[in-house]
Structure formats: structure tokens, C-alpha cells
């Protein structure tokens, strides 16, 4: 799907007190390209004073520069609003005035991670993304909130401005007419507007997204523990399996509540990973005693669930018996990780058909049984529920 073909197109930026980045990037996206971009929508970050000086000088319906652009240039109608300027607010929800502590800069970077996951959810959008205004550490964070949400449609620039109507207070956008503004000083120069260069200057970024577990981006996490979850994919794996408790953890992630049956089969997996074993397929000699040996440490051997486990592998595990409880597993770990940890610690097929074995590809060392403490803050996005399911 090319970029033009999306309904929806999202022109995302931050700002502080100079909103002129909305409008040359607007220009530069509409107007000084060979193949406009145009936005269906704008939205702004910005503080409570940057929220009041878009209001004036962008938004206002006799005289705002948003407007004139949208009327020099003949572009459609945009859905920009003051609706549309999103004010960083503190833990108690007071709009911030700007941005000076390390509170301030945390609140700056939880706004950028949920406005970029909640507007990269729609996959009928593509974001573009300026991180030119404001101050530096709001373009980081929302240029980060992209890297960790952005998809193959989204992209990420910065407005270039030549001098002197890049710092210039009365500089909207470049105009088809001549237009005189005006330096300050002692020596006061004029320039004419329609004479000044804007341009964009694309940035490639790094996309995580798939480092992301479903729960983190569908749900709520600030911007700190979505950065850890990423992490955690591209570090080296560790498996960590609490038969006790019926839990397990993935290079951090939690599995909470699996079902004994997927338990038992993901454990068996991993045993024979320890013990240096081979894959395994169905029929292979006594892989139905080795599977209800790990069953038993999860349940009692004279439960109901054991003896219904044991009655039905009593011939041996046939091909319809591992094929179930090999794809139930492997639905459990993909509803509750992200494709690049599921690459990591999915059961994988071994060998060309109709020889295919199957184990973990996780080193000896990397699997630990242990007792895992329960999970205080589940905002981390790192307890989850696997489905329950009978044997």
C-alpha cells in the first residue's frame, strides 16, 4: 500500500512557544514537494502557554496563519482544531507551563508514548512525525515514541528554514505574493517572505514495535517501561519455569495462570533442552511417559486432570495427541508476546517434512526452574494471562 492510499493521514508534531513549525511543515508536505503529502489531521503537543499562543496565532478564524495557508494554497479542508493541541500534564493532571524537572521531562515522555500508540493503532493511518519545535527533549521523546510505535508508513523529518526567516516571529510559511517582514536591532533589514526556502529533512529511525508484547500496544505503560519492554527483545534469552505457581517468564515478560496441559508440554520442551536431548516428533519411544512425568509435577498424580492425561495417552502420544498440544502451546505464547520474543522461545520446527522434529532453539544455560515473585505493578506490561484450557 503506497503512502497516498491511506484514508487517514496524520501530521504529528511538538512545539513550544514558536507554532511556526506547524505551518512550514505543512507547507513543506503540501506544497514544496513533488508528491504532496497532504494531512487529514494535525495534532500538536505542546505546553499550556504554547496551547494559548497556537489558539492566537494559528487557530484564529479571522487571522490565523493556518488558515491563510490552507486559503493561499487551495488545499483542502484539514481537521485542526484547538481540540487538537494536547497539553503535557503533570500526575495530578495540571497543564505544565513548561518543561524544567525530571517530573516534568517523565510527563513529557508518557503524553509522547500514548498519543503515538493510540494514533499508530489505527492501521488505516500513517503518521508523519516532526520533532523540529519545542524543546530538545520533547522532539527525543516523541521521536522515540515513534521507534518503539511507528510502523513501515510512518515518518519521521525535521523542517529546514533558511536564515533569517527561520528564527524570525513573523515567519508563517513561504507566500505567493511579496511580503515584508522585518528584523529587529539597531540595523533593521527587510526580507520578503516569498523569498524564503523550507524544506524537510526525513529521518531514518529504528522501528521496535515488534519488540512489544500485545498487552503494552494495545493497553497503557509510560514511556520508561515500554522502553525496558523493548529491551527485552534484543537481549540474550532467558527462560525461567515456575511449575509451582504455573508461571513463566520470557526474557522478563510473564506468563501468569497457563493451563497444566501447555505448562507440561512447554516444560517437557525445555527438560529435553537441558538435558542436551534431541527434537522430538510424535511416535517416538516413551516421549508419552517423559510428557505425564512433567505433567505430574504440575498437578497431583491422583487428580481428575492426571488420570483423564494418563487414560488418554495409555497407547503411546500419537501424531493427533502432539500435534493438539504442540499448536495449543504455541497459541499461549503467541497471544501473550511479541514476534521477535516469540522467535526466540517458540517450539520450532526442525528438519524438512516428512522428518520434521521439534524443540527449543534456547541454550542449556539460558533455562532456569525457579519460583518467580509475584508481579506488583502490572502497568509494566509484563503480567499477562494465557488461556485456560482442559487436558
Known amino acids: 500500500?503506497?503512502?497516498?492510499?491511506?484514508?487517514?493521514?496524520?501530521?504529528?508534531?511538538?512545539s513550544g512557544l514558536s507554532p511556526q513549525i506547524v505551518t512550514e511543515t505543512l507547507y513543506a508536505l503540501s506544497v514544496n514537494q513533488e508528491s504532496p503529502w497532504v494531512p487529514t489531521e494535525i495534532h500538536l503537543v505542546t505546553t499550556q502557554e504554547g496551547r494559548e499562543i497556537v489558539r492566537h496565532s494559528l487557530l484564529n478564524p479571522e487571522h490565523g496563519y493556518f488558515y491563510r495557508l490552507i486559503e493561499e494554497y487551495e488545499l483542502p479542508d484539514?481537521?485542526?482544531?484547538?481540540?487538537?493541541?494536547?497539553?503535557?500534564?503533570?500526575?495530578?493532571?495540571?497543564?505544565?507551563?513548561?518543561?524544567?524537572?525530571?517530573?516534568?521531562?517523565?510527563?513529557?515522555?508518557?503524553?509522547?508514548?500514548?498519543?503515538?500508540r493510540e494514533l499508530s493503532g489505527d492501521a488505516q493511518a500513517e503518521l508523519h512525525v516532526s520533532i523540529a519545535g519545542g524543546r530538545k527533549t520533547?522532539?527525543?521523546y516523541m521521536g522515540y515514541a515513534l521507534s518503539l510505535y511507528g510502523r513501515f508508513q510512518d515518518k519521521l523529518s525535521h523542517v529546514l528554514v533558511n536564515a533569517p526567516y527561520e528564527s524570525h516571529p513573523e515567519f508563517y510559511f513561504p507566500t505567493k505574493e511579496s511580503h515584508l517582514i522585518h528584523t529587529r536591532g539597531d540595523r533593521p533589514r527587510a526580507y520578503d517572505t516569498r523569498e524564503a526556502r523550507v524544506s524537510l529533512a526525513e529521518i531514518p529511525f529504528v522501528r521496535l514495535r515488534d519488540g512489544l508484547p500485545p498487552s503494552l500496544q494495545k493497553g497503557q505503560a509510560g514511556f520508561y517501561q515500554?522502553?525496558?519492554?523493548?529491551?527485552?527483545?534484543?537481549?540474550?534469552?532467558?527462560?525461567?519455569?515456575?511449575?509451582?505457581?504455573?508461571r513463566l517468564s520470557l526474557s522478563g515478560e510473564i506468563i501468569d495462570h497457563v493451563a497444566p496441559a501447555e505448562l507440561a508440554f512447554y516444560?517437557?520442551?525445555?527438560?529435553?533442552?537441558?538435558?542436551?536431548?534431541?527434537?522430538?516428533?510424535?511416535g517416538d519411544e516413551g516421549i508419552a511417559r517423559e510428557f505425564l512425568g512433567e505433567y505430574q509435577r504440575?498437578?497431583?498424580?491422583?487428580?481428575?486432570?492426571?488420570?483423564?492425561?494418563?487414560?488418554s495417552l495409555k497407547n503411546g502420544m500419537n501424531k493427533e495427541d502432539f500435534e493438539y498440544r504442540k499448536s495449543r502451546t504455541k497459541e499461549m505464547l503467541?497471544?501473550?508476546?511479541?514476534?521477535?520474543?516469540?522467535?526466540?522461545?517458540?517450539?520450532?520446527?526442525?528438519?524438512?517434512?516428512?522428518?520434521?522434529?521439534?524443540?527449543?532453539?534456547?541454550?542449556?544455560?539460558?533455562?532456569?526452574?525457579?519460583?518467580?515473585?509475584?508481579?506488583?505493578?502490572?502497568?509494566?506490561?509484563?503480567?499477562?494471562?494465557?488461556?485456560?484450557?482442559?487436558?
Open 298 to 311: 504440575i498437578v497431583e498424580e491422583f487428580s481428575g486432570e492426571y488420570e483423564r492425561a494418563e487414560e
Open 78 to 116: 484539514i481537521n485542526f482544531s484547538i481540540e487538537n493541541v494536547h497539553v503535557i500534564e503533570d500526575k495530578a493532571g495540571t497543564a505544565l507551563e513548561d518543561i524544567r524537572t525530571e517530573q516534568d521531562n517523565q510527563a513529557c515522555a508518557d503524553m509522547m508514548v500514548e498519543i503515538v
Open 334 to 391: 503467541k497471544k501473550n508476546l511479541p514476534p521477535q520474543l516469540l522467535a526466540k522461545y517458540e517450539i520450532a520446527s526442525i528438519g524438512k517434512r516428512p522428518n520434521t522434529r521439534y524443540g527449543l532453539r534456547l541454550k542449556a544455560d539460558s533455562i532456569r526452574y525457579n519460583r518467580l515473585p509475584a508481579v506488583q505493578d502490572s502497568s509494566f506490561g509484563n503480567k499477562t494471562s494465557a488461556t485456560k484450557t482442559s487436558v
Open 1 to 14: 500500500m503506497e503512502a497516498t492510499h491511506y484514508p487517514r493521514r496524520v501530521l504529528l508534531a511538538v
Open 138 to 140: 520533547m522532539g527525543y
Open 226 to 246: 515500554t522502553v525496558l519492554a523493548a529491551q527485552r527483545a534484543l537481549d540474550e534469552p532467558e527462560l525461567i519455569i515456575d511449575l509451582e505457581n504455573r
Open 267 to 282: 516444560s517437557w520442551m525445555a527438560r529435553r533442552c537441558c538435558n542436551g536431548a534431541d527434537a522430538v516428533r510424535y
